[in-house]
């Protein structure tokens, strides 16, 4: 069996040093939008944008946590992890949690250890939970969990897991942001450690099951967060604990986000859909935690 969930389970968890500094953060930054001036009559920077941009102002978005050290991202490191042994061609992203411990820094050393925390038989698929936490000599910074969804190897009698989706939110949304992607987004997103073909070779891409590369989930989680941040939280990346989701479809490079957002009480619940192609759902179950 290409997963082996008791070896899987039970493998020691793999640790790594990471480090980065601020032109990581300022590229992880402008691979998902940030320097895009919303008035197009202006051939200046927004002024708020500089907070993401220009090393002097500069404050990070949580979800940089994702690409924090420029390793393998959660999909790929998870599939080298001992009992695992599948192609990346039938591997996707199923859905992404962050929790926030306190601010992440600009600059910053820190110890990353991985482990598998679960395996999931979903009948005709398996899920995988790649958990890292991340602390450095102040103590713990971050801690995610990438779900790694892979077709054709579920069935071997496992636990289903929890159920996917929450409370779907009802009612007209307090917010509705749409947010255009570029052309060479996934290009561009890349840069930051996600060499995974599937976003830029257009042969990998059908061989996956695409007609053409598609944008990193990844990618549209980080667009999302900074929409939700600059809109709602007072552009004040301090105010989130936590981000959660789950990548219900896929986003091709030039779409633009539609981005609905409704208030509860300590958190505000996302749905994201692409514009182009009528709403076709995107992420879901999407909550964002917060001060």
Request: proline fraction near 7%; charge should be negative; glycine fraction near 10%.
């Amino acid at each position: 069996m290409p997963i082996d969930p008791v070896k899987a389970l039970a493998a020691e968890p793999r640790t790594r040093e990471i480090t980065w500094d601020h032109k990581d953060v300022q590229l992880y930054h402008l691979g998902i939008g940030a320097g895009a001036n919303p008035d197009k009559h202006s051939p200046a920077t927004d002024a708020d944008e500089l907070r993401y941009t220009l090393e002097s102002r500069l404050h990070v978005l949580p979800s940089f946590a994702t690409v924090a050290g420029a390793g393998a991202p959660g999909v790929i490191s998870g599939l080298s992890m001992p009992g695992v042994e599948v192609e990346l061609a039938r591997v996707l992203h199923g859905g992404q949690t962050l929790v926030v411990h306190r601010p992440v820094p600009v600059e910053g050393r820190a110890t990353a250890t991985s482990r598998i925390a679960a395996v999931y038989d979903k009948g005709k698929a398996a899920i995988l939970v790649l958990r890292t936490e991340v602390s450095d000599a102040h103590g713990p910074l971050w801690t995610n969990d990438a779900q790694i969804f892979v077709r054709g190897e579920g069935g071997f009698g496992g636990d289903r897991g929890p159920a996917a989706a929450t409370d779907r939110p009802t009612g007209e949304p307090d917010k509705v942001i749409e947010r255009p992607t570029r052309e060479d987004q996934a290009l561009l997103y890349r840069l930051s450690g996600d060499w995974n073909p599937l976003h830029a070779d257009p042969e990998f891409a059908k061989l996956a099951g695409f007609e053409r590369p598609i944008l990193h989930g990844l990618c549209t989680y980080g667009i999302t967060l900074k929409a939700v941040v600059d809109t709602l939280l007072d552009g004040d990346v301090a105010r989130v604990r936590a981000y959660s989701t789950r990548f219900a479809g896929i986003v091709l490079p030039g779409e633009t986000l539609r981005i609905r957002v409704w208030r509860r009480e300590g958190s505000l619940r996302v749905t994201v859909g692409a514009v182009e192609r009528d709403d076709a759902p995107v992420l879901a179950d999407t909550i964002v935690e917060h001060s």
